[in-house]
């Protein structure tokens, strides 16, 4: 696209978004990829992470394994849109933070190392919000692994994985927490992330390793601002169908080109009646709502009551809490 029009960086964008080298000199692997010296894509990198391009080379963990997440939301009035917003981002679980054309136009992600942690701060940014605040437990993820090819569209998304949490060992939450925030850009990451952790190369790369396996870290690779690369007219759909529904039509929906995310989340009786999700990320309103009527158009979605909540603007965009404290969990 017309936004990354450079074909090395437009390589680096596709080619890495998963599947990282978990090997000494990773980005040396990238080089030799791209057909340019290790420097050069470390410089690039570099660049693209500074321009707000990408947020991180690092780590994406499967939802509610080794820490725990909730969707929420709340109700803001314009005038007090930023007030609220900085109650919201103030908290540190807080991970991706957005305003949606809605009543319900807060959107957030609180993470934390398990949902006691959630728990108490969703009450907190209530409290100080003076709002309540809509808690939207997953119930089933359908495809929650977020990717873009800069020719467009997310791309079909990966085999669903089973996830064997018993895989984790002491010191394992602390390393995905410095995996959810980067490797350093450095010719021997992995290195620099041992010495980090006091813990010796190998070691770490075995343990990278083993949580990929075990479906722990669900992606390694560049994580991206898809806002910041073109993908600017991107909706939160609804649909107020039953579980069974639900569980039918979710893999078909969670396919369907120009959806980037499925699941399905528990409703709020009385107030918010939605149980399935998707996201459309479009580079334009025209070529969201042409992905809408697709999915429009599914059996068991035709007809059904639902709502499109359009982004407007980003907040926050950062990697999920997984320890309290660094090595406190550990």
């Known amino acids: 696209m017309k936004n990354v029009a450079d074909p090395v960086d437009r390589a680096l964008l596709d080619d890495w978004q998963r599947d990282f080298p978990v090997e000494a000199r990773p980005f040396a692997v990238l080089a030799a990829q791209a057909g340019v010296c290790e420097a050069e894509v ?3 990198l570099a660049r ?5 391009r990408i947020t991180r080379v690092g780590a994406t963990c499967a939802p509610n394994t080794v820490s725990a997440s909730t969707l929420a939301a709340i109700q803001a009035a314009p005038q007090e849109v930023e007030r609220i917003a900085g109650v919201v981002g103030a908290e540190a679980g807080v991970n991706h933070s957005y305003l949606r054309e809605d009543a319900w136009n807060l959107w957030f992600v609180a993470t934390g ?5 959630v728990n108490r701060a969703l009450a907190r940014i209530s409290r100080n919000a003076e709002r309540p605040v809509l808690d939207l437990r997953l119930v089933r993820p359908f495809n929650v692994d977020l990717g873009f090819r800069m020719a467009g569209g997310g791309g079909k998304p990966p085999a669903a994985r089973a996830v064997d949490a018993t895989a984790m060992r002491p010191g394992d939450r602390e390393l995905l927490q410095r995996l959810t925030r ?3 850009l ?6 620099a992330l041992g010495r980090e952790l006091m813990r010796p190369e190998a070691a770490v790369m075995e343990r990278v390793i083993a949580l990929q ?3 722990v870290i669900a992606r390694l690779g560049v994580i991206v601002r898809h806002r910041a690369l073109g993908w600017r007219s991107n909706a939160m759909c609804v649909w107020d169908v039953s579980h069974a529904v639900a569980g039918e039509v979710g893999p078909t929906l969670a396919a369907l080109p120009g959806v980037t995310l499925c699941y399905e989340r528990r409703p709020v009786e009385g107030v918010w009646p ?8 479009a580079r334009s309103r025209t070529e969201a709502k042409e992905a ?8 068991g979605l035709k007809g059904a009551r639902h709502k499109v909540l359009f982004s407007t603007r980003c907040f926050k965009q950062t990697g999920a809490l997984i320890a309290d404290r660094e090595g406190e969990r550990a």
Request: proline letters at 10%; glycine letters at 8%.
């Open 42 to 44: 470390l410089d690039r």
């Open 48 to 52: 693209m992470q500074a321009a707000g």
């Open 113 to 117: 190392p398990d949902r006691r942690h």
């Open 182 to 184: 980067g490797l350093s």
């Open 186 to 191: 450095e010719p021997h990451p992995w290195a």
């Open 213 to 215: 396996a075990a479906g």
């Open 274 to 281: 939605y149980r399935l999700y998707n996201m459309i990320h």
């Open 292 to 299: 809408l009527a697709r999915v429009r158009a599914l059996p």
